[in-house]
């Protein structure tokens, strides 16, 4: 069980005490520290040993002539790790050091405080008298019945009486009757309610989950390989249409004879096209392009096509300039009848 006591004033708090008394100043105390180390001497002490929880003081009140109640409340909301309360300190204002270590209290028989998150949020009050003498000299006191002690606490929410304990233990029905039941009997039976209430929410949301995911699986299973190669072209041709088409890019290969790449906005109406030409006639051949181009300043380069049998090593085509047109070009040939000719051009679509 917890045995505050040995309070000892700091070398500090007795200067603050003398400066007080002699009117320089009024007594203003600031916080609470409980640590879990523990000194052989707190005479000169600036802080704790192992200073774990600072706690604010929620109340000054003078009880009697010359005797003062310094509180607080102490929680393990803010402990992330539980620790042995062996030392507690009251800190104080002082003029020219600034906040001091104004006097220790320390327990041999320390509780454990217990860090958050567990089925219990601890919560009591602690008191300290602090009280002048006839001879003029400071002490402290703690207040036995103001803290709750933390095994009392325990044994307390332990009890199947207990309201914590109540919310797990109760056995009242899940609706309330119209009875003069106690308003934590009716209480309790809500926390019944909603805590079922939540469970069952979260076992069908479960099998919905489980189910669609068999589902999908079944569905996958019985998914057949066409129906992916069509899903798949299907995919193809809407990134197509919805992404090349509304940039201008487009494209055709189905006459080997006049094909043609449109590049589109982004390359600033790029086009590359190709083909072949007939059998020239009177030292001519002409193509038609696939599409036509912005004007004639394209470049196309003809090549001449002749069967391996034939023996006219020097035949040669040309580009006649002057019968150049956005949608077709002429060749001179060195032959009349030949040779035909594959040809590729480069120039900007019409806009």
């Not at 030409?277 to 196309?300: E, V």
């Amino acid at each position: 069980m917890a045995d505050w006591r040995n309070s000892v004033i700091t070398e500090r708090g007795r200067n603050l005490d003398a400066k007080v008394r002699a009117g320089r100043i009024k007594m203003e105390f600031t916080k609470f520290k409980f640590g879990s180390g523990q000194l052989d001497s707190y005479e000169s002490a600036t802080d704790l040993a192992e200073p774990r929880l600072n706690v604010g003081v929620t109340s000054i009140e003078p009880v009697e002539t010359g005797v003062t109640e310094v509180s607080t409340t102490l929680t393990n909301a803010n402990v992330t790790t539980g620790f042995s309360m062996r030392e507690v300190g009251l800190f104080a204002k002082d003029p020219d050091l600034g906040e001091i270590l104004y006097l220790v209290m320390t327990d041999p028989s320390y509780d454990f405080l217990p860090a958050k998150g567990g089925a219990t949020v601890i919560s009591v009050d602690f008191s300290i008298f602090i009280g002048v003498d006839d001879a003029g000299n400071t002490t402290a006191v703690l207040d036995p019945d103001g803290l709750l002690k933390l095994r009392d606490l325990t044994a307390h929410n332990n009890n199947t009486d207990a309201h914590s304990v109540l919310f797990t233990t109760d056995s009242t029905p899940d609706r309330d009757s119209d009875t003069t039941d106690s308003a934590i009997s009716k209480l309790g039976a809500r926390v019944k309610w909603v805590r079922s209430y939540v469970a069952r929410k979260i076992t069908d949301t479960l099998k919905t989950v489980d189910t669609k995911i068999n589902e999908a699986l079944a569905a996958y299973k019985n998914f057949k390989a066409s129906q992916i190669s069509d899903f798949a072209e299907a995919v193809l041709i809407a990134i197509r249409d919805k992404t090349f088409t509304t940039l201008g890019v487009t494209w055709s290969f189905t006459n080997p004879n006049a094909w043609y790449i449109c590049f589109g906005v982004l390359f600033g109406g790029l086009i590359i096209q190709g083909g072949t030409t007939g059998r020239p006639s009177d030292n001519a051949a002409t193509t038609n392009f696939a599409i036509a181009f912005n004007n004639t300043d394209y470049t196309i380069i003809p090549v001449g096509v002749i069967d391996a049998s034939d023996n006219k090593f020097s035949l040669t085509v040309n580009v006649l300039k002057d019968y150049k047109t956005a949608n077709s070009c002429t060749f001179r040939t060195s032959d009349s009848v030949a040779p035909a000719c594959y040809y590729i051009a480069f120039g900007k679509l019409v806009s």
